[in-house]
C-alpha cells in the first residue's frame, strides 16, 4: 500500500546551457504521487552538491510552473549557503525543505507554498522557497520562520523575501531588493 501524498509534486531540472534561452533550459522530470515514488526518486538522483554550477533543481506541486509567468504574483525565501559551509549545507538544507514541502510541514500556511528550488553557482550555492502571493507580508513571515525551524538556520544567520517582480527587474543597476528579512544581522 502506498502512502499518497497531498499534493502531487513535479520534479523540474535546469541545465546550464548559454545556448538556449532559459525557458527551453527547463525540463519536466517526474510527478510524484506517493512518497514511496518520491523518495526512490530522490535516492537515485545526484544531490544537489554533485551537479554542475550553473545547473537548478526545482519540485513544484503540479500545475505550478516554476517560471515568473506562472508565478507572477509571487515571491521566495531565498538561503545563500556560505562557500565555506556548502558541502554540509547544501544537501542537507535541501533535504529538510523537500521533506517539509511534500510532508506538509507548513500546515495550512501549506496552500501558499509553490515549491522549492535549488541554484547550484560557482559563486555562492542557493535554496529558495517560491510562495504564492507576494504581497501576503504576514503569510509570507511565518512561512520565513517555519523555514528557519526546518532548517535549523541559527538566528543571526539572515535569510531573505524577494517578489518575483523585483527579480525580473533586475540587472547591473538592481541589487536583490529585500522585502522581508529574518535574522539579527551579524554586526551587533
Ligand atoms: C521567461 N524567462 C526568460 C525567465 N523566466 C524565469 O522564471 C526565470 C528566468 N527567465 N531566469 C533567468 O535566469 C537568470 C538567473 O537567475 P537565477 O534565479 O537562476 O539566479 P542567478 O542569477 O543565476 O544566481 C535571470 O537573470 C533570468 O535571466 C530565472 N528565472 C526564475
Known amino acids: 500500500y502506498m502512502n499518497p501524498l497531498k499534493y502531487t509534486w513535479t520534479f ?3 541545465k546550464a546551457d548559454r545556448s538556449k534561452y532559459w525557458d527551453q533550459r527547463l525540463m519536466r522530470i517526474k510527478d510524484f504521487h506517493t512518497v514511496e515514488e518520491f523518495w526512490s526518486f530522490i535516492d537515485r538522483i545526484h544531490p544537489p552538491s554533485s551537479i554542475p554550477f550553473g545547473n537548478d533543481y526545482y519540485l513544484f ?4 510552473e516554476p517560471n515568473w509567468e506562472t508565478c507572477k504574483k509571487g515571491g521566495k525565501w531565498v538561503i545563500y549557503i556560505d562557500n565555506r559551509l556548502r558541502d554540509r549545507l547544501l544537501d542537507a538544507y535541501w533535504l529538510e525543505l523537500i521533506m517539509g514541502c511534500i510532508g ?3 500546515g495550512c500556511l501549506g496552500e501558499f507554498v509553490g515549491g522549492a528550488v535549488v541554484n547550484r553557482r560557482f559563486k555562492g550555492d542557493k535554496i529558495a522557497l517560491w510562495t504564492k502571493d507576494g504581497d501576503n507580508f504576514e503569510v509570507n513571515k511565518k512561512i520565513g520562520k517555519l523555514i528557519k525551524h526546518l532548517l535549523k538556520i541559527p538566528d543571526f544567520e539572515q535569510i531573505y523575501y524577494e517578489v518575483h517582480v523585483d527579480a525580473q527587474k533586475r540587472n547591473s543597476s ?3 531588493q529585500k522585502r522581508i528579512t529574518l535574522g ?3 554586526n551587533f
Do not use: C, N, P
Not at 506541486?61 to 505550478?64: A, L
Open 12 to 14: 523540474w531540472y535546469l
Open 61 to 64: 506541486k503540479e500545475g505550478i
Open 104 to 106: 506538509e510541514q507548513f
Open 174 to 176: 538592481h541589487y536583490f
Open 184 to 186: 539579527s544581522s551579524r
